[in-house]
């Protein structure tokens, strides 16, 4: 996964005000290589623990609006910190995980970084945060609203069923009903079937 290397004060542009120094202070105690990727789909994040021959590793998406950025980061160092006191001996996402991330977001949410609505969706899922970056559907919606606006992309939750709509790939589906968390929709060239998160952003296309 190509990655761009930079100078850690180039950290400044990906993060909201005031989050720099505190940030800095835990990558400098761990000693964590940090890169910023390019944009992945399936993860906002990635987190690799030392070995004998590497320091701790992170990276996070450089296309995340800076809210999000920091979120994910904070999620990473959350697992680093655990891996510290705890190894490999529990679980990646267990309530050991959840503690350290919510202390962290707590952390970070006192000194007033968060606009309002980040805050209460924050505040509401610390006591059960999400195992990954991307799966808090309530908390991605919000971030979302400080993404740089794409007017041409909407969430597959808002496309009437049965109507097309294309992914980033170039892929035409056509929108199914919904399976608990996630809607079946068809690929219209292959006729294969396919579960789409209801926040994953796409392009609506006219039917044929």
Not at 10 to 24: D, I, K, S, W
Not at 69 to 83: G, Q, R, S, V
Not at 186 to 196: A, D
Request: glycine share 4%; charged share 30%; with cysteine.
């Amino acid at each position: 996964m190509p990655k761009k290397e930079a100078h850690i004060s180039a950290l400044q542009h990906f993060l909201p005000p005031n989050t720099y120094e505190p940030v800095l202070e835990y990558l400098h105690h761990y000693h964590v290589h940090l890169t910023v990727a390019k944009e992945r789909k399936s993860i906002f994040g990635d987190y690799r623990h030392r070995t004998h021959a590497q320091t701790h590793r992170i990276s996070v998406n450089g296309n995340l609006n800076k809210y999000a950025f920091l979120i994910t980061l904070l999620h990473e160092l959350a697992h680093l910190l655990t891996f510290e006191k705890f190894g490999n001996r529990i679980a990646p996402h267990g309530r050991e995980w959840k503690h350290v991330f919510g202390q962290l977001l707590a952390q970070f949410i006192e000194q007033n970084i968060f606009p309002d609505d980040i805050k209460r969706a924050l505040m509401d899922s610390l006591h059960d945060p999400a195992a990954s970056s991307c799966s808090d559907e309530d908390l991605l919606r919000v971030l979302k609203r400080y993404d740089e606006k794409e007017t041409h992309l909407v969430f597959v939750e808002s496309i009437p069923e049965g109507s097309l709509f294309k992914t980033h790939d170039g892929k035409i589906f056509k929108k199914g009903d919904r399976i608990r968390k996630r809607f079946k929709c068809e690929e219209v060239k292959t006729k294969k079937i396919y579960l789409f998160s209801p926040i994953y952003e796409v392009e609506q296309v006219a039917n044929s």
